[in-house]
C-alpha cells in the first residue's frame, strides 16, 4: 500500500474527532475507488472507437423484416390504449 495525505480544515478535523468509531481511511478509500470507476466509466462511454465497433455489429446483424411497418405497429399500439 502507499500512502496518501490530505489537507482538511480544522472544523472537519474536530467533526471526524466526534465520530472517532468511523475508520475514516476506509471511507477515503472507497470515495476514491467510487470516483475511479465513474471515470472509467465515462471514458469508457465516449470512446468513438468502440462507438464505431458497436455500430458496425449492429450493422452485421440487423437485417429486414418484410411486411413490417414501424409506423402501422405504432398506430395499432395506440389504438389499444384507447
Known amino acids: 500500500m502507499a500512502v496518501v495525505?490530505?489537507?482538511i480544515d480544522e472544523k472537519t478535523k474536530e467533526m471526524m474527532k466526534r465520530l472517532s468509531?468511523?475508520?475514516w481511511s476506509e471511507v477515503i478509500?472507497?470515495?476514491i475507488s467510487e470516483?475511479?470507476?465513474?471515470e472509467e466509466t465515462r471514458k469508457r462511454r465516449l470512446n468513438p472507437d468502440w462507438l464505431s465497433e458497436a455500430v458496425e455489429i449492429?450493422?452485421?446483424i440487423?437485417?429486414?423484416s418484410p411486411g413490417w411497418?414501424?409506423?402501422e405497429e405504432i398506430?395499432?399500439?395506440r389504438e389499444q390504449r384507447k
Open 62 to 64: 440487423r437485417r429486414p
Open 29 to 31: 478509500r472507497g470515495a
Open 75 to 77: 398506430r395499432r399500439w
Open 5 to 7: 495525505s490530505i489537507r
Open 21 to 23: 468509531y468511523i475508520n
Open 58 to 60: 449492429t450493422e452485421k
Open 35 to 38: 470516483r475511479i470507476l465513474a
Open 69 to 71: 411497418s414501424s409506423t
